[in-house]
């Protein structure tokens, strides 16, 4: 099945987004044009090569163990699905999560697809490390230190290799420095001033040098990124959480803007807020139901099936439309779930659908919608 591939590295609304024939063209008007001179200085900067791609929380145990056999089943429906981004970390199931999808990729054609990883926790073998309440479950056999300084960077990657057993990453994202970590909390912004001193540095030297096609922060909030836009050289950001049918305002209107300034784009992830817009009884990390969550979704289903229309499809759909995102990464943990998730991006919804959700204010006026491609 074809997948759409970004053959430009910006995401322009006056230039659009090139697309294959096969796949659907989204809506790629942005918030406010830029000038003229704005795009004339924009960067050009790296893109996955697909933008329907397959998170990696699922392979680290996340909610609940899975077996290899599972996963790696997963990988490869995703894989024969035309999906050709994959992200992963060593915090996803302490290692478990890189040496699963390691054990996958490394049978492909390592230009046939785009591979990212996560930097900020060094991991140490541990036998008797035990996370309580952790996400991960199963034996975990590591345990993990903060680091974000240039060196920890520079090991962190090598030892992901390793558990890959790959030669090289596409994309490198600074991982969790956000006030949700409940390890840091409000002492986010330390570590973020050593991830400035020590990680951004290194990691642009990197790109510079040709290690890696791109960097920037994996994160479940706004500020942190909207913070490295100020004060760094990022290319791209992986926003999770953030950029669902459920919530996606304030990314809309901030997030995005600002990326798209820099000619930086953004990875949506938890696009289904973890399983909550695919019907399963969760939302997000937390484990608690925001106020107002549940009653939304509800009316979002009754919209849904008066058009006939898959609420998990039209939620990744929504998530893929606007042109500043260069990814969606939902997750999967068998083959059924992996190929229905990359299905749904070729999917056909009608745009009437897309009407009512805007009449009845349950996502925002200026919201990207996909839209067929015409001709």
């Known amino acids: 099945m074809d997948r759409r591939k970004f053959v430009t590295q910006s995401s322009l609304a006056a230039a659009g987004v090139l ?21 004339e200085n924009i ?77 900020g926790r060094v991991l140490t073998a541990d036998k008797n490390f035990v996370l309580k309440d952790a996400l991960w479950k199963g034996k975990l056999n590591f345990s993990y230190r903060y680091d974000y300084s240039a060196s920890g960077v520079r090991r962190s990657i090598e030892d992901s290799l390793q558990r890959l057993g790959l030669p090289s990453l596409d994309i490198v994202y600074i991982h969790d420095l956000s006030p949700d970590n409940g390890d840091m909390k409000e002492n986010w912004v330390k570590y973020f001033d050593e991830a400035l001193k020590g990680a951004m540095p290194e990691l642009t030297k990197m790109r510079e040098e040709g290690i890696i096609k791109g960097w920037g922060l994996g994160v479940n909030t706004l500020e942190p990124a909207l913070k490295t836009i100020e004060m760094a050289d ?11 049918l459920i919530k996606h305002e304030e990314a809309l209107n901030k997030l995005f803007p600002a990326c798209e300034k820099r000619g930086i784009s953004v990875v949506v992830g938890a696009p289904l807020n973890a399983g909550f817009l695919a019907g399963v009884d969760r939302y997000d990390y937390s484990g608690t139901f925001p106020q107002g969550t549940k009653e939304k979704l509800a009316k979002l289903a009754v919209i849904a099936k008066k058009h006939g229309t898959d609420l998990r499809t039209a939620a990744l759909q929504f998530s893929a439309a606007p042109a500043v995102v260069s990814g969606v990464i939902p997750g999967a943990w068998n083959a059924a779930q992996a ?17 009512d959700l805007k009449k009845e204010k349950l996502i925002a006026a200026n919201a990207q919608t996909p839209v067929k491609k015409q001709g």
């Open 234 to 244: 990022p290319d791209i950001f992986l926003s999770a959480t953030q950029y669902s």
């Open 339 to 355: 190929k229905a998730n990359a299905d749904s991006f070729n999917a056909s919804i009608p745009k009437e659908f897309w009407e």
């Open 43 to 119: 960067i050009q900067r790296f893109r996955p090569i697909t933008l329907s791609g397959l998170g990696g929380v699922a392979a680290g145990n996340g909610f609940h163990e899975n077996p290899d056999t599972d996963v790696n089943t997963a990988l490869e429906a995703a894989w024969n699905s035309g999906v050709r981004h994959f992200d992963t970390s060593p915090w996803y199931g302490l290692g478990l999560s890189e040496r699963r999808f390691g054990h996958f990729l490394r049978n492909q054609k390592r230009e046939e697809f785009t591979l990212s990883t996560k930097v």
């Open 19 to 39: 697309a294959s024939a096969a796949f659907p063209a989204f809506g790629n008007s942005i918030n406010m044009p830029l000038m003229k001179e704005e795009q």
